[in-house]
């Protein structure tokens, strides 16, 4: 028992760690951009914290994240803070099937979950990297389907597992 208690607050202890030097790695470009005046840095800043909290999404069918498979990279995030507007373009592991309808939900109920409400989320596949790309779209930016997917309790607990923290 005893050890038990000891593993949950090393664990404990890592990830505020991890959330500590993630986010004195964002207020170094924030400076960085303040004191020499650099807006290309600030829009960096925005765009790492967006990565940040999408970064450690898991794969359905892989047991590594998003970003180890290259599905989501710091290219592929625009922020229009003016607007409050934020489009992810990922690429999925597979080039035809339903897990990029599946990736892309988790994408979305991430930034639902880790953002204002005031954000429009816009998630796309990269052109040419899917067989049925305007479909995959179109499903992905409806409100009404993505409600509708959230209905089955099977595709939330999948949802639910890939977004699920690790500790590694």
Do not use: W
């Amino acid at each position: 028992m005893k050890k038990g208690i000891s593993y949950a607050f090393l664990t404990l202890y890592v990830k505020i760690v991890l959330v500590v030097l993630q986010k004195l790695v964002i207020l170094k470009y924030y400076l960085k951009a303040v004191l020499f005046e650099i807006p290309s840095l600030f829009i960096f800043t925005n765009l790492l914290t967006f990565l940040n909290h999408i970064r450690d999404i898991k794969d359905p069918e892989h047991p590594y994240s998003l970003e180890e498979l290259n599905v989501v990279t710091e290219d592929a995030i625009e922020v229009d803070d003016k607007n409050s507007y934020v489009r992810i373009t990922f690429t999925p592991t597979v080039d035809h099937g339903s897990m990029a309808t599946v990736i892309g939900l988790c994408l979305q109920m991430k930034l639902m979950r880790s953002l204002s409400s005031h954000y429009k989320v816009d998630i796309r596949v990269a052109p040419g990297t899917h067989a049925f790309l305007v479909a995959v779209n179109k499903q992905l930016n409806d409100k009404e389907r993505v409600a509708a997917a959230l209905e089955n309790p099977n595709l939330v607990d999948m949802v639910d597992e890939c977004l699920a923290p690790t500790y590694d």
